[in-house]
């Protein structure tokens, strides 16, 4: 096991990576930020996803790390994260799709009838593809015990279980129709995996 990293050293992880991003985005949620967290340029160095995951792991409550039984992760952006949580809990993992716009699972993926599952995400804005899945697990006759988060950028999530993010970045977001960006004519751009910025 690694030693414990600092929240400064894994800030600097995601600069080194160039993780962090400035602009003008439309983030998966819909709503516009001048900041966006590209985690797929950490997460596309397995050491060092594995890493993050061990320190997230070493974070959560003994006897929460310990009753898991499950990691589940929204497609796509979690699936990597989630994997090598997963990995550092020694459970399976699972992840959900869209199909027809409708967050389910595909591929033959089940969840056990009681099963105690951790939700694994790369960044949470509004938390809404969490709820999604956690509404998911619920109704598959799991039990989501909590949700884990490479990034949390500082907003209220939608989901109510406890939280734990890696770190906690306060990077403001607005609704389209109130974007001082968009106001000024400044290029959107659409980075995400589930829409596309329309010109």
Same mark, same amino acid.
């Given at each position: 096991?690694?030693?414990?990293?600092?929240?400064?050293?894994?800030?600097?992880?995601?600069?080194?990576?160039?993780a962090?991003?400035?602009?003008?985005?439309?983030?998966?949620s819909g709503r516009?930020s001048?900041?966006?967290?590209?985690?797929?340029r950490?997460?596309?160095?397995? $050491?060092?996803?594995?890493?993050?995951?061990?320190?997230l792991?070493? $974070?959560?409550?003994?006897?929460?790390?310990?009753? *898991?039984?499950?990691?589940?992760?929204?497609?796509v952006?979690?699936?990597?994260?989630?994997?090598?949580?997963?990995?550092?809990?020694?459970?399976?993992m @699972?992840?959900?799709?869209?199909?027809?716009?409708k967050?389910?699972?595909? $591929?033959?993926?089940?969840?056990? =009838?009681?099963?105690?599952?951790?939700?694994?995400?790369?960044?949470?804005?509004?938390?809404?593809?969490?709820?999604?899945?956690?509404?998911?697990?619920?109704?598959?006759?799991?039990?989501?015990l909590?949700?884990?988060?490479? @990034?949390? $950028?500082?907003?209220?999530?939608l989901?109510?279980?406890?939280?734990?993010?890696? *770190?906690? =970045?306060?990077?403001?977001?607005?609704?389209?129709?109130?974007c001082?960006?968009c106001?000024?004519?400044?290029?959107?751009?659409s980075?995400?995996?589930?829409?596309?910025?329309?010109?």
């Amino acid at each position: 096991m690694n030693k414990s990293m600092t929240d400064s050293e894994i800030l600097q992880v995601f600069r080194d990576t160039g993780a962090i991003r400035s602009g003008h985005f439309q983030l998966t949620s819909g709503r516009h930020s001048d900041t966006y967290f590209q985690c797929a340029r950490v997460l596309e160095q397995p $050491r060092l996803t594995r890493r993050l995951a061990q320190e997230l792991a070493s $974070r959560l409550p003994s006897g929460l790390a310990q009753s *898991i039984d499950l990691v589940a992760s929204p497609a796509v952006g979690g699936i990597l994260f989630g994997n090598a949580l997963a990995d550092v809990l020694d459970c399976p993992m @699972v992840f959900s799709e869209r199909e027809g716009g409708k967050m389910c699972f595909r $591929r033959s993926f089940e969840i056990e =009838l009681g099963a105690k599952v951790l939700v694994a995400e790369d960044v949470v804005t509004s938390g809404g593809s969490v709820k999604e899945l956690v509404d998911l697990v619920v109704a598959a006759g799991g039990s989501v015990l909590a949700v884990a988060a490479l @990034v949390d $950028r500082g907003s209220k999530p939608l989901f109510s279980e406890d939280f734990y993010p890696l *770190i906690c =970045l306060d990077a403001p977001s607005w609704p389209p129709d109130k974007c001082q960006l968009c106001q000024q004519g400044v290029p959107l751009y659409s980075p995400g995996s589930r829409r596309l910025a329309k010109s």
